[in-house]
């Protein structure tokens, strides 16, 4: 099989507005649009020629759920995820807001007085365009999860990005039937939405379901809710919208993404017959989307909208040091390896973070053993004690704690400062968390002298990005935007689908017209 025009069919996967047409004459195939004169002229001609295939118009807007883009007043299906300590910043969030997507500002660890001066920042500036904020589970510390609640129904934050959950807990659930009402029809307005993260079928049954009774009934006695209120809640789900988050950075179970995603739509459909919502339920997918064949896979499995997050990470406008960019943009698909989370250490929950460049993995990993297999810091070699001592915490054992005691007070978390004292081995997990926890700041810092000990939350995406963008404009971390990028992501999702389309068809596609690289958001919208 022969193209006579192959070189131009790349070119024509790219006019993603306009439809393609593969023409079969004897042993040759001509493509075209359907405005061209050639059926015209040709046909009439000779009789031999005749369609061999056809390409729809495929535009980035039309990609993923129009349910879910419209419920959240978006252009395109496209989200950058909530990186905690504000990696995911304002100007993340601002940049997404411009240009039809969303963006989650990265709450989680943020003090709620930092949280608040975003929160005002985003709301001038961003008017009615839309934005999110994260929650992100805090076991150890329920009351900074209901003081951010608090914040967020204060100011009306509408939508959340609800992370790292186990359960339902009081503050979420009072964030999302606050407010609750019927309109003048009857149905039923949430002014608070949720769009959950979830790796697990089993919390995802959790966002699916009702708000449990349970805690709907405690926040109706403690007066927080209005009696309309819990009833009315028990007819919508906790979350409208799902993640399944497949092999991300950060908290994440490594789950591949070709097995969770279609589990979590059958989960939502029996929802949706279980229940019968009113408003549809969506699920989206993230981790592991940095390429153009990822999003058009993930799009094509049926996800309503894609989320990234490792590679936004090496984009200018994320709230991380410049080194760690550079880090970042060298990291291959290896260079990534499960620690212990700084938030929930002693149940064991690792999170992905980069290896390549830091002994972080190494010693949370170290710390970690060392904390399963003592009752005390006195317990543990001297060895041991003194490595980390002098590389780890760099500073003796009782200072740490001295340091991680003022954090506590600051915080008013002083239920965890009093089972310390009455417990060696919860001391010794607080001591050992709090070198986790500063880890992650020394990396958003920039810290030099504690380069090794930079903790980069960052999954396998990045390695498949930086190979992708190898060569071209992207590859160095100046010219990373967080936009442009999602844009590419997007538009190279388009002519992948359009390829594949004439793949199933039987049409043989030359090499040059497979794959797509990137190019800059100006040249995009010019064939938009």
Not at 94 to 114: D, H, Q, R, V, Y
Not at 121 to 145: V, Y
Not at 173 to 189: A, L, M, P, Q
Request: hydrophobic share 40%; with cysteine.
């Amino acid at each position: 099989m022969s193209f006579e025009n192959s070189n131009s069919l790349n070119e024509l996967l790219m006019q993603v507005n306009k439809p393609i047409f593969a023409i079969q004459n004897n042993d040759a195939i001509h493509f075209i649009h359907n405005d061209n004169d050639f059926f015209t002229a040709a046909f009439k001609e000779d009789t031999l020629h005749h369609i061999k295939a056809f390409v729809p118009a495929v535009r980035p807007e039309n990609l993923g759920d129009e349910r879910f883009k419209t419920r959240h007043a978006l252009k395109y299906p496209y989200i950058a995820g909530a990186m905690a300590n504000g990696i995911t910043s304002v100007a993340i969030v601002k940049t997404m807001a411009e240009n039809g997507m969303i963006g989650f500002l990265g709450a989680g660890g943020l003090s709620i007085e930092k949280i608040k001066e975003n929160i005002i920042e985003l709301k001038s500036t961003l008017k009615d365009r839309p934005f999110g904020f994260n929650l992100i589970h805090s076991p150890g510390d329920p009351a900074h999860e209901m003081a951010t609640v608090e914040l967020y129904l204060k100011h009306q934050v509408n939508l959340i990005s609800a992370a790292a959950f186990m359960r339902m807990t009081p503050a979420l659930v009072y964030y999302r039937i606050k407010g609750i009402h019927t309109n003048d029809n009857g149905h039923i307005v949430t002014p608070h939405n949720i769009i959950a993260k979830v790796s697990r079928i089993e919390i995802a049954r959790q966002f699916f379901s009702p708000p449990p009774e349970k805690l709907v009934n405690q926040l109706l006695e403690k007066k927080l809710i209005t009696q309309q209120e819990a009833s009315l809640s028990q007819h919508i789900p906790m979350a409208q919208d799902l993640t399944a988050e497949a092999d991300s950075g950060g908290h994440t179970d490594n789950r591949p993404a070709l097995t969770l995603l279609p589990t979590m739509i059958a989960l939502k459909n029996e929802f949706m017959e279980t229940f019968n919502y009113k408003d549809p339920l969506c699920v989206g997918l993230a981790g592991g989307i940095a390429t153009p064949e990822s999003a058009a896979a993930a799009f094509g499995m049926g996800a309503a909208y894609i989320l990234t997050g490792s590679i936004n990470q090496s984009c200018v406008e994320a709230g991380i040091c410049e080194d760690v960019k550079k880090m970042l943009c060298q990291a291959e698909q290896a260079d990534v390896a499960m620690a212990p989370a700084a938030d929930m250490f002693e149940i064991g929950a690792k999170v992905q973070v980069l290896k390549r460049g830091t002994m972080f993995p190494v010693r949370a990993d170290k710390l970690y053993k060392l904390y399963q297999s003592h009752n005390s810091f006195d317990e543990i070699d001297e060895k041991s004690k003194h490595e980390i001592q002098e590389k780890f915490l760099q500073a003796r054992f009782e200072d740490a704690w001295e340091s991680t005691k003022d954090f506590f007070h600051k915080t008013g978390n002083i239920k965890e400062i009093e089972k310390a004292q009455a417990d060696p081995k919860h001391k010794m997990a607080l001591v050992f968390r709090s070198y986790l926890g500063l880890s992650s700041k020394w990396a958003i810092k920039g810290m030099p002298q504690r380069k090794m000990d930079y903790q980069i939350w960052c999954g396998p995406a990045i390695g498949a990005f930086n190979q992708w963008v190898k060569g071209s404009f992207l590859e160095p971390h100046e010219n990373r935007k967080t936009a442009e990028i999602a844009l590419n992501l997007l538009f190279g999702a388009c002519v992948c689908t359009r390829a594949s389309i004439l793949k199933t068809q039987g049409i043989e596609l030359p090499m040059n017209a497979n794959g797509f690289n990137p190019i800059r958001k100006e040249e995009i919208f010019l064939y938009l």
